[in-house]
RNA sequence: GCGUCGGUGCCCGAGCGGCCCAAGGGAACGGCCUGCAAAGCCGUACAGUCGCGGGUUCAAAUCCCGCCCGGCGCUCCA
């Protein structure tokens, strides 16, 4: 397949360092606040990609690091009269309980930072020891100036970064160049520290990823992820840091794009960010329509985000919903491996080539059309079932459940039943005042009567 | 300012040299179905041509140049 590499800059074939598996590492969280839907972008993006990849056989190491130690967290416990510890456990569990809402996989692995100093300094010690960084009173820097193609993944030299850096960045003596960066930043009074050869402090931000990412998938390994606003510095920080230590790092770069709201990113410093959780408070429904609408755009470009557009995502959600309740009242046997190749087949093309979610996805709503036609046909119910089979497994290997007939676990499900049978019938005795009576009564409970080839169908209007 | 990505119908959003008189979803309209609906299917309209202006090519939404507008980045950031 194949994918876009940032630091190519092109689309290249894709090849795992070892065949069958695939080895990706995309940048986790940082554990002080509530997860907004940027975060919930981020990390769907690439729960989609490993869906995929696992669909297709591979194994996929999916590692993504948990920040549990940096200046929010640490001001945030000052401010609480609490450890940070406490602070990024209770923010950790937060942030665990969206993912899990929204339907995303848990990766396999989820270093913490605090866990893993000591790789962190054994890799600085290395970076000192070969003259890539120096120590003094405030912490340790990596010489940036002395890391071949620093800035390769932003595609600007040392001197251009300087450039545009030259307004922004703080004059700090510390450092022998403004663009060198802090390996290891030396102890403040009442921070949290770990000993170090160079004295009591902490890791800088970027070591945390470089360190753990090589020490959990090793040199080499195949795909590094995360938001493009993270290209630099972080990336490009990170890489600076493996090359520097001689390492091989990512073979691949992806870059997944923003979230944006009234045209502008959705972040926690401009303040205009709606958390995970009061999105689905809102509706429940918007877990799924947020991973519909990730997945009709391209995850390289900015997603615009608005109540219109999640209303029409639901209302996608629901067509996906109305051919499954379909199928299962025509007898869908859920166990069957019919399916029809040819949408499989044009799936898989669009998704090879780079992730083409929205194409992919546009396959399987051309396969619901179908399948809902051959529904509505009646006859050759095998080709009928193994259309809607085929739309629920493309739509399950993106994490995008579809609502098969869930009426029989409902608690309420015998009296609905009685209602419905009570409206039947009604109908039968052509004493329709009394039908729409109580369809208007189920209506109210939030539950929709539909009549069908096959007899009525009743459902509750809004699920996950 | 520098870099980078983008500007496609009423809305969202694919396509990125010929298969495009431009996918898919939403909304609209008409028909079929229905007691009426809903859902579904079929059809129609909506892009007078893909931000604007040049150019390359037998051929451009797709490549090149310039301009306008917007996003992101330029050391908190997914």
Request: charged letters at 25%.
């Amino acid at each position: 397949m194949k994918i876009y590499d940032t630091l190519q800059d092109t689309l290249v074939d894709f090849v795992p360092r070892k065949e069958g598996e695939v080895s990706l590492y995309a940048c986790g969280p940082t554990v002080y606040s509530h997860p907004h839907l940027g975060h919930a972008r981020q990390a769907m993006t690439y729960d989609i990609m490993r869906r995929y990849l696992e669909w297709n056989g591979l194994h996929v190491h999916h590692v993504a690091n948990v920040t549990d130690i940096d200046d929010k967290i640490i001001n945030r416990a000052l401010e609480e009269g609490r450890t940070e510890g406490e602070v990024a456990a209770e923010w950790k569990a937060v942030y665990d309980e969206a993912m899990d809402a929204l339907n995303i996989l848990r990766p396999l692995d989820r270093p913490h930072a605090t866990e893993y100093i000591d790789e962190m300094v054994a890799m600085i010690h290395t970076l000192v020891d070969n003259g890539s960084a120096y120590a003094n009173d405030s912490g340790v820097y990596l010489r940036v100036r002395s890391v071949e193609g620093y800035g390769a993944l932003v595609h600007r030299t040392p001197d251009e970064l300087a450039e545009g850096a030259g307004a922004r960045v703080e004059v700090d003596d510390n450092k022998e160049d403004p663009l060198d960066f802090a390996l290891w930043k030396a102890a403040k009074p009442g921070e949290p520290t770990w000993d170090s050869p160079w004295g009591p402090g902490r890791p800088g931000w970027h070591i945390e990823c470089a360190a753990m990412s090589l020490d959990i998938l090793g040199d080499g390994f195949d795909l590094h992820g995360g938001g493009n606003d993270l290209v630099f510095p972080h990336h490009t920080n990170e890489r600076a840091e493996a090359i520097a230590a001689g390492r091989e790092f990512a073979r691949y770069w992806l870059h997944n794009g923003m979230l944006n709201t009234g045209g502008e990113k959705m972040s926690k410093s401009l303040n205009n960010f709606q958390t995970i959780q009061s999105m689905l408070d809102e509706n429940p429904l918007n877990a799924r329509g947020l991973r519909l609408l990730l997945l009709q755009t391209h995850y390289r470009k900015t997603l615009e985000l608005d109540d219109d557009s999640m209303a029409q995502a639901h209302e996608g959600v629901k067509r996906l919903d109305a051919m499954a309740r379909k199928a299962a009242n025509g007898g869908l046997d859920m166990t069957s491996t019919a399916r029809v190749d040819d949408a499989i087949e044009r799936f898989r093309e669009a998704m090879d080539h780079d992730f083409g979610t929205p194409e992919a996805m546009a396959v399987v709503f051309e396969t619901v059309r179908r399948a809902n036609g051959a529904l509505d046909g009646g006859d050759e119910a095998d080709q009928a079932h193994a259309l809607a089979l085929t739309a629920i497994e493309l739509a399950n290997v993106f994490g995008l459940q579809v609502g098969l007939d869930e009426a029989a676990d409902d608690d309420a499900a015998g009296d609905i039943d009685a209602m419905v049978a009570a409206r039947t019938e009604a109908k039968a005795n052509k004493d329709f005042g009394e039908a729409d009576r109580i369809r208007d009564e189920l209506a109210a409970q939030g539950i929709t009567v539909e009549d069908t080839a096959s007899g009525p169908v009743w459902y509750r209007t809004c699920v996950r």
